[in-house]
């Protein structure tokens, strides 16, 4: 799978000159791209035994060379950057992961100021228009208000295990006024279906680096019973695009 992923990256001439994408919509192919091939490698890293050196300099060298990663289009690749984030987690590159929340949470967030990323579900097309809205008479999208992505960045801001960073995080977060959405899995019969998951809303996250810093992270360390600590967890998270486990989910690194 590394070497398919490759392959794509470095005949993919959009990557090295995104000028050469055609077409009206082109400009978004490129974060597209970049996200997608970030996903695949971190998901291969995650599903390693153990430390991966040449992936992980894959991993490393593509996030230093490209920029499409910074501005993820929607809620739907919420898990894309939550799989780069752990995998970065898992080879130690703490300060490349900070890099990856800091420069998403500065897109995220001016985003968020105007009318924000389109929700987890949307379309191609949902995606394009809610961002080109603001600019476009003819379209008129609304203003989202609730976000899984501003949850994923708050989770692996906490993971960093670095105070002063979430708090920093949290605030710009807090600032864009942002909620926070969240989706529960909570028993080793649902994690595979639909029906049983449901979602919380938390507008009040804390700006503080504490334990318990959202209303969903209560619930997950209250009610959660999963008790499955296997990696095709990581392969639910990257099929179903709605499931994360943040309380545990460090276990399986």
């Not at 708090?167 to 909570?186: D, G, M, P």
């Not at 209560?218 to 008790?227: C, M, P, Q, R, V």
């Amino acid at each position: 799978m590394i070497e398919d992923v490759q392959a794509i990256y470095k005949n993919d001439q959009t990557l090295t000159n995104p000028a050469s994408a055609t077409g009206l919509l082109a400009i978004f192919k490129y974060p597209k791209i970049c996200l997608h091939t970030l996903e695949l490698l971190s998901l291969a890293n995650l599903l390693s035994d153990g430390s991966d050196t040449k992936l992980n300099l894959i991993v490393v060298g593509v996030i230093e060379k490209e920029r499409g990663w910074e501005r993820p289009l929607s809620d739907n690749y919420a898990m894309s950057i939550a799989l780069i984030g752990l995998s970065l987690i898992k080879s130690a590159e703490i300060t490349l992961l900070k890099k990856l929340i800091n420069n998403i949470t500065i897109w995220f967030c001016d985003r968020s100021c105007n009318i924000g990323l389109a929700s987890i579900g949307a379309s191609e097309d949902e995606e394009f228009e809610q961002l080109l809205s603001e600019h476009l008479d003819g379209l008129k999208c609304q203003k989202t208000k609730s976000s899984f992505l501003a949850s994923i960045l708050l989770d692996l801001a906490y993971l960093a295990n670095d105070i002063t960073f979430y708090e920093a995080i949290a605030n710009e977060l807090r600032a864009s006024s942002v909620i926070t959405e969240r989706y529960h899995v909570l028993n080793d019969d649902d994690i595979y279906e639909y029906k049983g998951i449901y979602n919380s809303f938390d507008p009040e996250y804390s700006r503080k680096c504490v334990e318990v810093y959202s209303r969903g992270i209560a619930i997950e360390k209250e009610s959660n019973t999963i008790t499955s600590r296997s990696p095709v967890l990581f392969f639910l998270m990257f099929l179903l695009r709605d499931r994360f486990f943040p309380t545990f989910i460090c276990e399986l690194l």
